[in-house]
C-alpha cells in the first residue's frame, strides 16, 4: 500500500516539508561540518520515505528537493546561457615582482583612499556561476567564454556542497561564483575504478571534474564525488543594501551562514608584506589540502572601489592571480623495473630514492620508453629531476648533470621479456619495444583477461583483477574461452593469498553465482564488442565496430588480406598487419571457435530501418538536442548511410549541432560540402 494513500493530501504537504528541513540539516553538517547527526541507515531511510512520498504526490515535489541530489536527468544538450555578470578572467603572474607592481599601481589609482586586500587559495578546478532568486538555485552556469557558457543545472543540483535552498538572511537575488574540485581520495578512487573497467584514467582532478560537469546523465555525474566551494558574490546594481555585503570578505562570511562551502583560508591584508608572508606560506603548505590548488587571488577588499578600478577587456584591474610554480625535486635513480602491458609493450619504471613532492612520499616514476631515456641521455645512478604542478603523477623532466658521477654509464634498455625471456621487438616507427610472446607471457595474459571482461568489452561483472588472478594462478583460466567452461564446483571455495601468506579472499556459493550468471549474460554482447574483447593490438573500440561493419561477421575478417583491411576507414597498414597476423597463427583461430561454440556472437545483427540514407556519407559535428552523438552516428547507419570523422571531398552532408566544430566549418564550406542541421536530416530520414 502506498503511504499516505487513505489521507487528504495535506499531511503529505507537511510531512515532504519536514523530511526535506531534517534532510537538508543533515546534508548541511555532513558535508559542510563534518558531522553526522544520523546513521547511514537512518539517513538512507528518510531519504527513500520522501522519494516515495514525491513520486505518490508529484504535485507536492519541490524543485530543489533533496532528492535531486542522487540525479537522474538526462540532459542531451547543454543550452548555451549568457552570463548577467561576465566572468572575467584574473590577470596571471609568476612573479612577486608583479605583484608589487599591482600594489603600487592599486595605491595610486585610489590615492589617498584607505582599503584593504583579500588574499585567497585560487582553486586548480572548473569555475561555475549559480543563480539564487528567493532562496532557490534556479541555474548553473560553466565560464565557457566568460560571455556564454553551458546550462548544468542538472548536474549541479548533485553537487553536495551546492545549497539547493539557501538558509538564513539572504539577497534576494544574486549568483554565486565558485569552483568545482575534485579532492584527491575521491579521484584517486575514481581513476581506479575507471582502470578496472577498461577506461582510461584521467589526468588530473580538473579535467575530471570537467568531464563530469557535461555528462549526459545526471545520476552519473552524482557519483563522482565532487565538492563546490564558493569565492564570489554578484550583485545586480538595483540590489537592497546590506552593510555585510560592502567587503568582499563580508560576503563570503555572510555565505557561510547562507549554507554555503567557503574556504576557510582567507585572509585580509593591509600591504605587501603581509600579501607575500600569505604567498610563501600557501607555497609550501598547499601539499597539506585534500584538493589542488595552483596559486594566490589578490583582491581589493571593498567592493565599492571595484567600479572606480575598472577592468580591461579581458581582466578587471582590483584583482590579480599569483601562480605557483610547479614544485620540482632532486633525487637519485636506484634501478629501473620494465612493466608489461597487455598488448605486450614494455615500459620502464624508475625507482628512486622516496622524496615528498606535492604532497605525498614520490618514489616511483614512468620513464616512458627507450627513446624517452635516450633524449634525456639518463645514466645509471643520474639524479632525476621530477614534477608534479597540476598532475597527480609525477613526471622526471631532466637530470640533474651536476651530481653525476665520474664514468656513470648510460642506461641500456632490456632486450629480453622480463616476464617470460622472450626476445623484445619494435615495430617500424614505434618508439615502444614489445613482447610478441602474446600467448605465453603471465602479465599479457592476465590484462586480456581484465579487457576481455571490462564494460565496454564483454561487461562481465564479479570478475575484477584479483579474481582474475587467482584463476589464472590455478591453471582454471589461461585463455578467455576458458571462461564459459567454469563450473560452480571449480569455483565454490577458491581462495587467494597476498604476498604474505595471508588469506585476502575465498568465493562463496553467491559469489560463484554471480559470476557464472555474469558469463551467461556476456553472450548477447553484439559482434563488435566481441571483437574488441579479443584484444587484438591496435583495434580498438572504434575501430573494432567500423570492422564489424565493414566485414559483417568473424570469418569474413579471417579470411581478408592486408590489403582489404588496411581498406577500412581508419584501419591503416600497420594495424592490418596486426589483425592479419592475429588471424594467421592457429591459437587464436582456435580460441574463435571456442567462442563461437560458447554462443558469443560473430555476425553483425543488422538494424537497418530504411535505405533513405544508401550511398550517403555524413560528418557529424556539435551537440544536438534529440539525440546524443553516438545516438545520431547509430541512426545514420541504421538508415543505410555512412558516416565518416573528416571532411573531403566525398562527404555529401555535414550533420552540424549547436557549437559546431570551426575547423569543421571551415572546411566544409572551402569544399562546398552542404551543412544540414538536425531538423533537416529528420526530414531526410523521414522520406
Keep these: ?33 563534518d558531522q553526522s547527526l544520523v546513521s547511514d541507515f537512518e539517513f538512507d531511510k528518510l531519504l527513500r520515505e520522501l522519494q516515495e512520498l514525491e513520486q505518490q504526490y508529484p504535485q507536492l515535489a519541490l524543485p530543489n528537493s533533496p532528492t535531486k541530489r542522487v540525479g537522474g536527468e538526462i540532459n542531451k544538450s547543454f543550452r548555451q546561457v549568457t552570463h548577467r555578470f561576465p566572468m572575467l578572467s584574473l590577470g596571471n603572474t609568476y612573479s612577486i615582482e608583479e605583484i608589487v607592481d599591482f600594489e603600487a599601481r592599486t595605491r595610486k589609482l585610489l590615492g589617498d583612499i584607505e582599503f584593504s586586500y583579500t588574499c585567497e587559495l585560487k582553486y586548480d578546478g572548473v569555475a561555475i556561476g549559480l543563480t539564487y ?58 581513476n581506479r575504478q575507471r582502470e578496472a573497467d577498461g577506461d582510461e584514467p584521467f589526468a588530473n582532478p580538473r579535467n575530471a571534474a ?51 562551502k567557503v574556504q576557510p583560508y582567507i585572509k585580509e591584508c593591509k600591504n605587501i608584506a603581509e600579501i607575500r608572508e600569505f604567498i610563501d606560506y600557501w607555497d609550501n603548505e598547499r ?91 639518463i645514466c645509471e645512478g643520474d639524479w632525476l629531476l621530477v614534477e608534479k604542478g597540476g598532475e597527480i603523477i609525477p ?14 654509464r648510460p642506461v641500456k634498455y632490456v632486450t629480453n621479456c622480463p616476464e617470460c625471456g622472450a626476445a623484445l621487438v619494435r615495430a617500424e616507427g614505434e618508439a615502444g619495444y614489445y613482447c610478441p610472446n602474446q600467448d605465453g607471457c603471465p602479465p599479457q595474459i592476465v590484462g586480456r583477461l581484465e579487457h576481455f571482461v571490462s564494460r565496454k568489452a564483454m561487461n562481465i561483472d564479479n570478475l575484477g583483477s584479483e579474481r582474475l588472478e587467482m584463476l589464472y594462478s590455478k591453471g582454471l583460466v589461461t585463455t578467455v574461452a576458458d571462461l564459459y567452461d567454469l563450473t560452480r564446483e571449480q569455483l565454490v571455495g577458491l581462495e587467494s593469498y597476498d604476498a604474505d601468506g595471508l588469506r585476502r579472499t575465498t568465493i562463496q556459493e553467491k559469489g560463484a553465482e554471480n559470476i557464472l550468471a555474469a558469463i551467461r549474460g556476456s553472450v548477447e554482447v553484439p559482434f563488435e564488442r566481441v571483437l574488441f574483447a579479443l584484444g587484438i593490438r591496435y583495434v580498438g573500440e572504434v575501430g573494432a565496430k567500423k570492422l564489424a561493419r565493414y566485414f559483417k561477421n568473424i570469418d569474413a575478417l579471417i579470411a581478408a588480406s592486408e590489403e582489404e583491411l588496411a581498406s577500412v576507414e581508419d584501419v591503416g597498414e600497420k594495424t592490418a598487419r596486426f589483425i592479419y597476423d592475429y588471424f594467421r597463427d592457429e591459437r ?65 552532408y555535414v550533420l552540424a549541432g549547436e557549437k559546431m566544430g570551426p575547423e569543421k566549418l571551415k572546411k566544409a564550406e572551402k569544399l562546398g560540402v552542404p551543412i544540414i542541421s538536425e531538423d533537416e536530416y529528420l526530414k531526410m530520414i523521414a522520406k
Aim: charged share 25%.
Design 133 to 190: 532568486r528567493h532562496g532557490e538555485l534556479v541555474q548553473a552556469v560553466t565560464r565557457g567564454n566568460g560571455s556564454v557558457g553551458d546550462d548544468i543545472t542538472s548536474n549541479a543540483r548533485t553537487i553536495r556542497t551546492i545549497p539547493l535552498r539557501l538558509t538564513g538572511d539572504y539577497p534576494d537575488d544574486f549568483e554565486a561564483r565558485g569552483e568545482v574540485v575534485y579532492p584527491f581520495h575521491d579521484f584517486e578512487a575514481f
Design 588 to 652: 587464436h583461430r582456435q580460441l574463435i571457435e571456442r567462442l563461437r561454440a560458447a554462443g558469443l556472437k560473430m555476425t553483425v545483427v543488422e538494424t537497418r530501418l530504411s535505405d533513405a540514407l544508401a550511398g550517403k556519407t555524413f560528418v557529424v559535428s556539435g551537440v544536438f538536442s534529440r539525440f546524443s552523438r553516438d545516438e545520431i552516428k547509430a541512426d545514420i547507419e541504421q538508415h543505410g548511410g555512412k558516416v565518416s570523422s573528416s571532411i573531403s571531398g566525398k562527404t555529401d
Design 287 to 377: 601539499w597539506n589540502l585534500p584538493y589542488a590548488i595552483d596559486g594566490i587571488v589578490i583582491k581589493v577588499n571593498q567592493v565599492s572601489l571595484w567600479d572606480q578600478l575598472g577592468e580591461t577587456a579581458k581582466s578587471p584591474r582590483w584583482a590579480i592571480a599569483y601562480k605557483f610554480k610547479a614544485q620540482q625535486v632532486s633525487t637519485p635513480l636506484l634501478s629501473i623495473s620494465y612493466q608489461v602491458g597487455r598488448t605486450g609493450v614494455v615500459t620502464p619504471v624508475a625507482n628512486m630514492e622516496p622524496v615528498w613532492l606535492g604532497g605525498t612520499t614520490v618514489k616511483r616514476a614512468t620513464m616512458v620508453n627507450a627513446d624517452f631515456i635516450e633524449k634525456m641521455g
Design 210 to 260: 570537467s568531464g563530469s560537469l557535461k555528462l549526459q546523465n545526471s545520476a552519473e555525474c552524482a557519483k563522482r564525488k565532487l565538492q563546490f566551494c564558493m569565492y564570489f558574490m554578484m550583485l545586480p546594481a538595483d540590489a537592497k543594501p546590506d552593510p555585510r555585503l560592502d567587503t568582499h570578505s563580508g560576503r563570503l562570511e555572510a555565505a557561510k551562514s547562507m549554507g554555503f
Design 1 to 33: 500500500m502506498d503511504l499516505f494513500s487513505n489521507i487528504d493530501i495535506e499531511p503529505a504537504r507537511q510531512r515532504i516539508a519536514q523530511l526535506t528541513t531534517l534532510i537538508d540539516k543533515y546534508n548541511y553538517e555532513y558535508y559542510m561540518n
Design 395 to 408: 613526471k622526471i623532466v631532466g637530470v640533474d648533470v651536476d651530481k653525476r658521477k665520474a664514468g656513470a
